[in-house]
């Protein structure tokens, strides 16, 4: 049975159980605990609490997931992965324990046609319901029921907080060619007893850790309403059903491993798989590694040096560690994989065909560094070794690792060829703390969800898309109140009938006020009655649909229950739809100009104002910025109208809708779309704000600003309306400055600075030509004062340089002209020292070393520094002692000659 007919299979049994099959959410998650999607009911998290109210009640995927927990195991074990694809069938308040292992046991059975006798099933230690559905209600042999602790049958919660509850795990029995255990609770880690799917019954809000739990054996507040969340991996049951050891050997997986095989043998590399087990855990490896990093990239994960982005980085250079160190690949292989991935996976993940190009230049670019890295660290490593007295120490081990990127297998490899020993101990307590500080980066815990104090107030219906004003009805108003941003509630507030003065936070029962969210800035206006004016200066929304209007009392008294006029300010509202529209116009445009892998990552839009972050692993060439600003310009001519409307989350899927970065969607959703007379349009989205009805309202954009904010994002700022003809005007301005500081008209201003920078170039040569000059003088000079050291010659001596450059060039000429010998000299640069010594290859060997040399001038000049045996250079901040510290190198020199 194929990987694909099991997903298929699992997939169409539970929609014939009235569930919806969503297609799998993006590795990136919206989950500030969490770097990637761990689980299949992670994006549903907010429907196991109750936050947030699901499209249906019952719901199944096949979500992709990626871990780091244990990436040191894969490639060696049987079944660790970093990705792979979990099985789900889901329940929010609908079906329990009863119906869930019913149906786990049917598809079981009749899905996956197998064979009663050969299952075993088990339960959490104190579940006993769940003990008697599976023996009178399924029918299941009591013997054949087993109880495992919280550290084998509890899941949950992920990250740190989160729904969490006892599990049901159904176990295949492979026989006793797989192992002498006769049941699960003796075959732990072994391949006996599979694992086939886990049937979690969520029933528990935790806030703390799972160790946590485990320590305190507490047991947490339950969960608004009880819920069902399996699990089922599909290789691990693709492994089972199909007889292999391995899911590396499933089909899934064995088209990957056969691509790595391929390569190596391009290479000059014959492997045998299975036949080695190191060579054969590398190919492993490798095709696990390869396809994570296909589908990360692909959802927008970039490989960089913090949180997700980090443990990404780590993935690539393990994958082409193995490849360097066991199948003899030096240089960049990664990316020459990718294809094998789309081409396994592009049938059910489309997207993988479209982000092909984008993960094979991001792969590649990452792989380019890292061999970099490494050559430039082997020798690094080397001085390291020559100096360290037969045993490297863990913290010198790791500034290697941190600072050059040698990992410590290289390391180690390296120093036994050399009979040194590394204390690799010692290095991992360092990288692990280390690391752990890294990821933790920006990442922090659910809060308490606690209750909310507006619990009587109903919803706010919301007009604006079709009123800026409207009658309405004061429900509630409070008094310095505080919204807590992470809980979407109302925390702290004092309640009054009656206001004056600032700082009120105000519900209406209907609103034609826009509440920030998704980037937009809430609206502005007034809210007037009989003696009564409220100036409101925000909009926010909790998150219960509760628009909270902020003001102050401008004139009269206003009182709960009053009937007032709510109006919007238009001309700020028209300068916010202009910059949100012309969001969607550039996003259109980014996406046309660097491919389709460009996903926002986050806007802000306000007053004729738009800033807009987005996925792609480079900067913007001016020619791009360019290009991008003239379509989006040439949109707003054309004046497309805008044609939004409310569509099912399907039909808008069917409609190539973009979604946004941290929006969660319902069963209904507004789309919007620019030029719905091409068909499709120029641009499609899923978008609540506010929206010009046509682009020629926009005016035109000016583009001033793209600068990176992270690893693979990228920020574009933009202004449109009157900000952008302000900005013209501005520009104009200063170059008209320009023009008169430089004494040539507008038109002239590029040719008469193309002549200043010549004029620059040449006085710079002649300077140059001029320090030369003097340089070959002092090389005479300096030579005349050269010492003989045990048979060596030596120059040392402070001298004046216009730069570090010269200074190295300096003793380069020196060592040259010596032949045999080693020139050390110290310059003054600014206020800083600068000391550099170059050694010849006899003089080295005859126990000159240059960075020791170097690393004791500049401790007596108030600085640090080294480096190699041949040349190395380090600073000082002390100029005064500038003296003394050549003079100290110079001993330091006597010494290892001497």
Request: aromatic content about 6%; glycine content about 10%.
């Amino acid at each position: 049975m194929t990987g694909d007919l099991i997903r298929a299979r699992f997939l169409e049994f539970f929609q014939g159980h009235d569930h919806l099959v969503l297609p799998s959410a993006k590795l990136r998650p919206d989950d500030p605990t969490t770097h990637f999607t761990t689980a299949g009911m992670q994006p549903f998290v907010p429907y196991f609490l109750g936050n947030e109210q699901p499209p249906q009640r019952r719901i199944a995927t096949c979500q992709k997931c990626l871990r780091s927990d244990d990436l040191d195991e894969v490639g060696y074990t049987a079944r660790h992965l970093s990705f792979f694809e979990m099985l789900g069938n889901f329940s929010f308040g609908d079906y329990f324990k009863k119906e869930a292992i019913a149906w786990g046991w049917e598809f079981v059975l009749q899905g996956l046609e197998l064979d009663p006798e050969l299952l075993w099933v088990s339960v959490y230690e104190n579940d006993d319901d769940a003990a008697a559905i599976w023996r009178d209600y399924v029918g299941v042999k009591p013997e054949r029921i087993v109880r495992f602790g919280m550290a084998d049958n509890w899941w949950g919660p992920v990250g740190n907080s989160g729904p969490c509850g006892p599990c049901s795990e159904i176990f295949l029995d492979r026989g006793p060619a797989w192992g002498d255990a006769t049941d699960p609770t003796q075959d732990e880690g072994g391949d006996r007893y599979v694992e086939l799917w886990n049937l979690v019954f969520q029933q528990y809000n935790a806030t703390c850790s799972k160790k946590e739990l485990m320590a305190t054996r507490q047991v947490p507040d339950p969960l608004p309403a009880p819920g069902i969340d399996t699990g089922a991996g599909l290789e691990r049951i693709a492994a089972a059903m199909q007889g292999v050891s391995t899911v590396f050997e499933t089909d899934l997986m064995r088209p990957l491993c056969d691509a790595v095989i391929e390569r190596a043998r391009v290479g000059g590399t014959t492997v045998v798989y299975g036949a080695d087990k190191e060579t054969t855990a590398a190919v492993n490896r490798i095709s696990d590694h390869i396809r994570a990093l296909t589908f990360a990239i692909t959802d927008g994960i970039f490989p960089s040096n913090k949180a997700g982005g980090y443990v990404l980085r780590q993935i690539l250079r393990r994958a082409a560690r193995f490849g360097r160190m066991r199948l003899g690949l030096a240089q960049p292989f990664l990316h020459e994989l990718v294809p094998a991935v789309v081409a396994r996976y592009s049938e059910l993940y489309p997207e993988l065909v479209s982000g092909q190009a984008t993960v094979v230049a991001q792969v590649k670019a990452e792989e380019e560094r890292f061999s970099e890295t490494l050559n430039q660290g082997i020798p690094r490593l080397e001085d390291e070794l020559s100096g360290c007295g037969g045993s490297l120490s863990g913290e010198r081990a790791f500034f290697l690792y941190e600072t050059y990127g040698v990992p410590i297998e290289v390391q180690v490899e390296v120093a036994t060829e050399q009979s040194v020993t590394v204390d690799v101990a010692s290095f991992e307590h360092i990288r692990t703390s280390r690391e752990r500080s890294a990821i933790a980066v920006g990442f922090t815990g659910h809060g308490d969800f606690g209750d909310d104090l507006l619990a009587d107030v109903p919803p706010t219906t919301f007009v604006g898309y079709g009123e800026t004003s409207s009658q309405a009805k004061v429900l509630s108003v409070l008094v310095d109140a505080k919204l807590d941003e992470t809980r979407g509630l109302i925390t702290e507030a004092e309640s009054c009938d009656t206001a004056v003065g600032g700082g009120l936070t105000i519900i209406l029962d209907r609103s034609p006020f826009y509440g920030e969210s998704g980037g937009q800035v809430g609206d502005t206006g007034r809210l007037t009655a009989d003696g009564v004016v409220v100036e409101i200066s925000d909009t926010r929304r909790d998150k219960n649909g509760r628009w909270l209007h902020l003001g102050r009392v401008a004139e009269g008294a206003l009182r709960v229950g009053t009937t007032v006029t709510a109006s919007v300010d238009i001309a700020r509202r028209d300068a916010i739809r202009r910059a949100h529209t012309a969001t969607h116009l550039l996003h259109a445009a980014l996406r046309r100009r660097l491919g389709e892998h460009v996903a926002q990552a986050g806007s802000l839009v306000e007053p004729d104002r738009l800033r807009f972050d987005f996925s792609h692993f480079s900067g913007l060439s001016a020619d791009d910025l360019a290009a991008v600003e003239a379509e989006t310009n040439e949109r707003i001519l054309a004046n497309h109208p805008l044609r939004i409307e409310e569509h099912s989350i399907e039909e808008a899927r069917r409609l190539g809708a973009l979604m946004f970065f941290g929006e969660k969607y319902g069963k209904s959703v507004r789309v919007v779309n620019v030029g719905a007379e091409f068909g499709m349009g120029l641009s499609t989205e899923l978008c609540g704000g506010t929206h010009a009805a046509a682009t020629g309202n926009i005016g035109s954009v000016r583009i001033v600003s793209e600068a990176s904010v992270g690893s693979g994002i990228r920020r574009v700022e933009a202004l449109t309306g009157l900000a952008a003809l302000d900005y013209g005007r501005s520009s104009e301005s200063r170059l008209r400055e320009v023009a008169a500081t430089l004494k040539a008209p507008v038109a002239e201003v590029s040719d008469k600075l193309d002549a200043l920078q010549a004029r620059l170039r040449e006085a710079e040569r002649q300077l140059a030509a001029a320090q030369a000059a003097s340089a070959s003088g002092q090389v005479d000079d300096l030579l005349a004062g050269r010492r003989d050291i045990a048979g060596v010659a030596v120059v040392a001596a402070v001298v004046v340089a216009a730069d570090a450059d010269s200074l190295k060039a300096l003793a380069d000429d020196l060592c040259d002209k010596l032949g045999d010998g080693v020139a050390l000299l110290g310059a003054a640069l600014g206020d800083k020292v600068l000391v550099v010594a170059k050694a010849s290859d006899s003089a080295v060997a005859r126990g000159a070393h240059a960075g020791n040399s170097v690393k004791a001038a500049a401790q007596v000049a108030g600085g640090g520094g080294g480096g190699r045996p041949a040349f190395a250079q380090a600073g000082g901040r002390d100029v005064a002692k500038l003296d003394e510290a050549v003079a100290a190198g110079l001993a330091a020199l006597e010494a290892q000659l001497g």
